[in-house]
Each structure stands twice: as C-alpha cells, then as structure tokens.
C-alpha cells in the first residue's frame, strides 16, 4: 500500500529565503510523485511530477524536487519565496497500473514580507 | 488554459437529502474523477470512471455514492441520502492518459464544499 508523510503541517519564512517542504513516501511498486499546490478558493495545481525519469524535476513558478529513493523521500524547494507562493502544499503518490491517487496531509506555506 | 468546472461551489442541505454535485472536465479527458477533503483531513481518492463505467473505487465510495455522465460534457457525483459525515469539499478531476511518461497526471477543479446539516 501507498502512503505519503508531509512533514510539517505549518512552514513560515520571510520573503526572498529559500523554501524546503518535505515529503516521505512509503509504495510497494515504482511510484510516481507530484506535488500539488491550493490557493485559496482555486483547484489542486500540479507544480511537478517525478517518473522515474531524472531525479531532480523541475516545475513552475521556480520549484523542483529531488526524488531520494534511499531516503524515500520527495522535498520541495524553492531558493527564494514569493509572496503569491502562500498556499496549501500537497506530496501524492500514485502506483504504476492504478488510478487512484495518495495526498499528504498538507503543509500550508505562510511567506512573511 | 482548459480547466475543470465545478457547480455549486458551496450547498448546504439537510441530513438525508440528495445531493448532486456536478462537474465539466476538460474535453479531450478520457478519464474523471472524484476526490474529497473532510475538514482537516487529508484529500481522499472517491472513484475513477472510464469508457462510461467505473474503474475503479475506494471503500468509501458505498452504496449511498453514483457517479453518472450523462451527456458529452458533464459529470456528476451523487450521494443518495446525505449523512453529517459527507460534509467536505469534493473535488472533481479529469485527465487525458498516462503518457509516454506513465504518470497519470490530474487537473482539479476549485472544488464544491457540501455541508450536511
């Protein structure tokens, strides 16, 4: 079975310092990663996608991730936050030949001016 | 950019009513979806639904849940007779295939919040 482990529920920083969410993963099969990002009153954003191809994946809005297969682990960085990088952060997993996808809990980014 | 439309954003209704939240997915999807988040609880895998028939379901999704499309465009979450516990937000997605990639890439909807009272 799949499971996801974001980390922190609550991440502060100040504007234009770097961002670090993590995110662990626990799958049986060759998984594939996401992460998902909510703004207030808008839909799931994908930010980027790991699978199995280059483990450092690039996404929008400057983030990326580095697939740890050692460390089962999946953390979002960004060298320097937004303010409009405020919003609800989620790590999914999905396994190869199944549809459903597997959220983390969440963490809420708060970037402070 | 295409986008999955969800109605209403928000219903309330009483305890052993029907609701039925409905979707638009984007319209070359083959594939839709419905997910919901309970209040402080994470986003949970509802159903998939494929070529008109469901492929595949969590446990959640119980006797009390149908999902239809009825025409060429939408596509509808019903829940037959509410109970306090189906008060959440469900999201509706949609997406194309898995791709080269085998990633089976989502796009959400904003999401309809149904409060059960």
């Known amino acids: 079975a799949q499971s996801v482990t974001q980390l922190d529920s609550h991440v502060s920083v100040s504007e234009g310092t770097p961002v670090l969410l993590r995110c662990n993963y626990s799958s049986s099969y060759s998984p594939s990663l996401f992460w998902y990002v909510q703004h207030p009153n808008k839909g799931l954003q994908l930010l980027l996608k790991y699978t199995s191809a280059a483990t450092l994946v690039k996404g929008i809005n400057g983030f990326e991730a580095e697939f740890k297969k050692s460390e089962t682990s999946f953390h979002l960085t960004k060298p320097s936050a937004h303010m409009s990088d405020a919003a609800e952060y989620f790590c999914?997993?999905?396994?190869?030949?199944?549809?459903?996808?597997?959220f983390g809990s969440g963490t809420r980014l708060q970037v402070q001016p | 950019e295409p986008e999955v439309t969800q109605t209403p954003s928000h219903q309330v209704t009483q305890m052993g009513q029907e609701v039925i939240l409905r979707c638009v997915p984007i319209s070359n999807h083959l594939y839709f979806y419905w997910y919901r988040q309970i209040l402080g609880q994470k986003v949970e895998f509802l159903v998939s639904f494929y070529n008109n028939e469901i492929s595949e379901k969590s446990e959640i999704f119980d006797d009390q849940f149908s999902v239809e499309r009825p025409d060429g465009s939408n596509f509808t979450l019903k829940i037959r007779s509410t109970k306090l516990e189906d008060s959440a937000m469900y999201f509706c997605?949609?997406?194309?295939?898995?791709?080269?990639?085998?990633?089976?890439?989502?796009?959400f909807g904003a999401g309809s919040r149904l409060t059960v009272l």
């Open positions: 999914v997993v999905s396994e190869t030949g199944r549809r459903a996808l597997t």
């Open positions: 997605a949609s997406s194309y295939d898995r791709g080269p990639s085998g990633a089976n890439v989502l796009t």
